[in-house]
């Protein structure tokens, strides 16, 4: 499937200004920009499993598109949310637990990079993998 494979991080679009925004303290942010992210993406039909490991933590998702489930961000930000398949990208929509507000993200392959974009608030960001 097209988002199959290991990917890590090549760099960072904008994405202190959207943990500023999510309300992410600075010292926790400038940990971030160097957590060396790598996300392993396997797909079967309409399920996926992704594989986080970074420098703070590793953490296995499961989800179903469509299908609503809990996840805690890297900064212990509690969300709800799902994510569908919208032709060739991947699109999650997440509601914080604890002020109601909505996270959205997605991801895209663009010219042999996944593309995960976030937009919270009014302000937008990007986060850009290369294959491992």
């Given at each position: 499937?097209?988002?199959n494979g290991t990917?890590?991080?090549?760099?960072?679009?904008?994405?202190?200004?959207?943990?500023?925004k999510m309300g992410?303290?600075?010292?926790?942010?400038?940990?971030?920009?160097?957590?060396?992210?790598?996300?392993?993406?396997?797909?079967?039909?309409?399920?996926?499993?992704?594989?986080?490991?970074?420098?703070?933590?590793?953490?296995?998702?499961?989800?179903?598109?469509?299908?609503?489930?809990?996840?805690?961000?890297?900064?212990g930000t509690e969300?709800?949310?799902?994510?569908?398949?919208?032709?060739?990208?991947?699109?999650?929509?997440?509601?914080?637990?604890?002020?109601?507000?909505?996270?959205?993200?997605?991801?895209?392959?663009?010219?042999?990079?996944?593309?995960?974009?976030?937009?919270?608030?009014?302000?937008?960001?990007?986060?850009?993998?290369?294959?491992?």
């Open positions: 499937m097209t988002f990917w890590k991080v090549d760099r960072n679009d904008n994405y202190d200004k959207f943990m500023e992410v303290n600075m010292v926790k942010r400038k940990l971030a920009e160097h957590d060396n992210l790598k996300i392993t993406i396997e797909q079967t039909g309409d399920k996926f499993l992704v594989k986080e490991s970074s420098n703070f933590r590793k953490k296995d998702i499961n989800f179903t598109l469509g299908v609503k489930f809990d996840y805690s961000l890297a900064d969300v709800s949310g799902s994510w569908d398949l919208e032709g060739d990208m991947l699109k999650g929509i997440f509601t914080r637990k604890d002020n109601g507000m909505e996270l959205t993200t997605t991801r895209i392959i663009d010219g042999g990079e996944l593309v995960q974009s976030y937009s919270y608030d009014g302000v937008e960001a990007k986060r850009i993998f290369k294959k491992a």
